[in-house]
């Protein structure tokens, strides 16, 4: 069975771009998570998506954003790129909020 | 508000020695609390969790963890350490008002490296 999957896994980006990142739950997973690890910040809960609706957020500006599709794929939206954006992202899926979550490998973003 | 501690950045013991993980943690209400592993380029793995049965929790790998609550502690051990323990350790809290085990709205406490000599 396929594990979480998240795309890219690395990118590169200027300052002030946007980005999305992708992230693929397993298989009969409703609930998507998105975190990021940040050298020095640790990890830190960005969102939660369940049944296509965002139902939880983090301490994170409006700049951060996402959706939840109805195959339940998920999409992490940065805007106006800042250079402390710079981070491993990491999506987690589970079946429901109450069991345990599987992370994915994530996505290692770098703002130049 | 929650919060996590753990104690050293970086944690060295020698292959076959006891491995001692600190954690500590603050929470309002009763928390639940995670163990979870990093190994290189990887995602994370959990360890194991507390959620308010035994306070004595047995994961995978050999690990476990015991809930003190008048010590707010919920220490990482294992009796004798592999080569393959080597990675990247985090302790995560999580209020009980979200119920269960999901990973939302996790606080993590900055992580532990450990090392394994040979």
């Known amino acids: 069975e396929a594990g979480v999957t998240q795309s890219p896994t690395h990118l590169i980006k200027t300052r002030g771009q946007q980005v999305t990142l992708r992230c693929s739950p397993i298989?009969?997973?409703?609930?998507v998570y998105w975190y990021q690890q940040a050298l020095g910040l640790g990890l830190q809960f960005l969102l939660w998506?369940?049944?296509?609706?965002?139902?939880n957020r983090g301490n994170f500006p409006p700049r951060f954003s996402g959706r939840q599709f109805p195959n339940y794929s998920s999409e992490l939206n940065v805007n106006a790129l800042e250079l402390e954006d710079s981070a491993l992202y990491l999506c987690?899926?589970?079946?429901?909020?109450?069991?345990?979550?599987?992370f994915g490998q994530g996505t290692r973003l770098t703002v130049v | 508000a929650q919060s996590v501690t753990q104690l050293g950045s970086h944690v060295s013991v020698s292959e076959g020695a006891l491995v001692l993980l600190r954690c500590n943690y603050s929470?309002?209400?009763?928390?639940?609390l995670f163990w979870y592993v990093q190994y290189p380029n990887q995602g994370l793995q959990l360890l194991l969790k507390?959620?308010?049965?035994?306070?004595l929790v047995k994961g995978i790998n050999g690990f476990e963890a015991e809930f003190k609550k008048s010590e707010t502690s919920f220490h990482l051990t294992k009796p004798s350490a592999h080569m393959s323990d080597a990675a990247e350790y985090f302790c995560?809290?999580?209020?009980?008002?979200?119920?269960?085990?999901?990973?939302?709205?996790?606080?993590f406490g900055k992580g532990t490296h450990l090392i394994i000599q040979p």
């Open positions: 987690a899926s589970s079946s429901d909020r109450h069991t345990e979550a599987f």
């Open positions: 298989s009969g997973h409703t609930s």
């Open positions: 998506y369940d049944e296509g609706e965002e139902r």
């Open positions: 929470s309002s209400v009763p928390p639940y």
């Open positions: 507390y959620t308010s049965a035994a306070t």
């Open positions: 995560a809290v999580r209020s009980s008002m979200y119920s269960g085990g999901g990973a939302d709205g996790l606080t």
